[in-house]
């Protein structure tokens, strides 16, 4: 069974920066594009960014773009989010999930069953 662990996410007031990680136990890491999400309670689970294979394009919600960054080091089986410019309403909890599949769109398509655990994130006014 594919494992993925989130961590990274801690308290922090707005404006402030956090660096999400997620480490996958793939053996082929390399094969599937890496998405981040989150789920604020009450909510549905949202996309927020995705990383296709090998780095070749990125997808971001429109309410992070330019605020978030996603990037992947295949050789650590590792997918980071770094957040900067944070604002109350990105309080979540948030996950990682990988897909072979791709849209410019939405990013990451037919998502795998598996999810980690998540790391909350959340920041204060």
């Known amino acids: 069974q594919v494992q993925l662990v989130e961590s990274g996410g801690g308290l922090v007031q707005a404006g402030g920066s956090l660096r999400l990680s997620c480490v996958t136990s793939?053996?082929?890491?390399?094969?599937?594009?890496m998405g981040w999400f989150r789920q604020a309670p009450g909510k549905e689970r949202e996309p927020v960014a995705a990383?296709?294979?090998?780095?070749?394009?990125?997808y971001y919600v429109d309410s992070v773009k330019g605020r978030f960054t996603i990037s992947r080091d295949d050789a650590k089986n590792t997918v980071y989010l770094q957040m900067n410019s944070l604002k109350p309403d990105d309080t979540a909890v948030y996950y990682c999930?990988?897909?072979?599949?791709?849209?410019?769109?939405?990013?990451?398509?037919?998502?795998?069953?598996?999810w980690g655990q998540g790391t909350q994130v959340t920041v204060s006014s």
């Open positions: 999930n990988a897909a072979y599949g791709w849209s410019d769109s939405v990013g990451l398509l037919g998502l795998s069953a598996s």
């Open positions: 793939r053996r082929t890491f390399s094969n599937y594009a």
């Open positions: 990383i296709r294979q090998f780095g070749r394009s990125t």
